[in-house]
T-cell receptor, first 113, second 114 residues
Framework: DAMVIQNPRYQVTQFGKPVTLSCSQT?????MYWYQQKSSQAPKLLFH???????NEADTPDNFQSRRPNTSFCFLDIRSPGLGDAAMYLC????????????FGPGTRLLVL | GESVGLHLPTLSVQEGDNSIINCAYS??????FIWYKQESGKGPQFIID?????DKRQGQRVTVLLNKTVKHLSLQIAATQPGDSAVYFC?????????????FGKGTLLTVNP
């Protein structure tokens, strides 16, 4: 009963080569989030969508973009990956953003060569 | 590659013992808190949550205590099992201007010895 699905689970890209990570959900939740998590660190919020409204964190680099074509899908685009962008990327969803649990996907491990 | 991460606080217990993981949160206006468990290579998994109108909440083998006076949260795991070995994160629901978001604590690595 997968609820938040991320593909691929592992992604290898080259320095500077655009890459897209995908997330889908079967929960029909309003909010979808993208987090970056580096080794031994807490997840760091990059941005989120409330329905079609995009909310970017102030310190998210312009190199990171997102798209949400419909309720179920959300994409993370990294326009020109650098070595420092190698990390686990986590997608999460919640019904609303106030006092609501966020449910996480399994993550996509990105390696930049 | 990845930058070197910070060293996580660690807690090592014997199988069958009770575990207590502590978390200090930063925002006195936070009114909703969640504990997550994250196993190696996996996404965070919801364990238990608590709202600020409560001091204690119990689940299956887990209890969360909230002390708003000192902005402290704890997770108690009864009869800890090897499968409980993971990193545990507390998260607080904070206001980010016109919206709300979860702010995660640093995490604690729990190791259960058989």
């Amino acid at each position: 009963d997968a609820m938040v699905i991320q593909n691929p689970r592992y992604q290898v890209t080259q320095f500077g080569k655009p890459v897209t990570l995908s997330c889908s959900q079967t929960l029909n939740h309003n909010v979808m989030y993208w987090y970056q998590q580096k080794s031994s660190q807490a997840p760091k919020l990059l941005f989120h969508y409330y329905d079609k409204d995009f909310n970017n964190e102030a310190d998210t680099p312009d190199n990171f973009q997102s798209r949400r074509p419909n309720t179920s899908f959300c994409f993370l685009d990294i326009r020109s990956p650098g070595l420092g962008d190698a990390a686990m990327y986590l997608c999460a969803t919640s019904r609303d953003w106030y006092q609501e649990t966020q449910y996480f996907g399994p993550g996509t491990r990105l390696l930049v060569l | 590659g990845e930058s070197v991460g910070l060293h996580l606080p660690t807690l090592s217990v014997q199988e069958g013992d009770n575990s207590i993981i502590n978390c200090a949160y930063s925002n006195s206006a936070s009114d909703y808190f969640i504990w997550y468990k994250q196993e190696s290579g996996k996404g965070p998994q919801f364990i238990i949550d608590i709202r600020s109108n409560m001091d204690k909440r119990q689940g299956q083998r887990v209890t969360v205590l909230l002390n708003k006076t000192v902005k402290h949260l704890s997770l108690q795991i009864a009869a800890t099992q090897p499968g409980d070995s993971a990193v545990y994160f507390c998260a607080e629901n904070t206001s980010g201007g016109s919206n709300y978001k979860l702010t995660f604590g640093k995490g604690t690595l729990l190791t259960v010895n058989p």
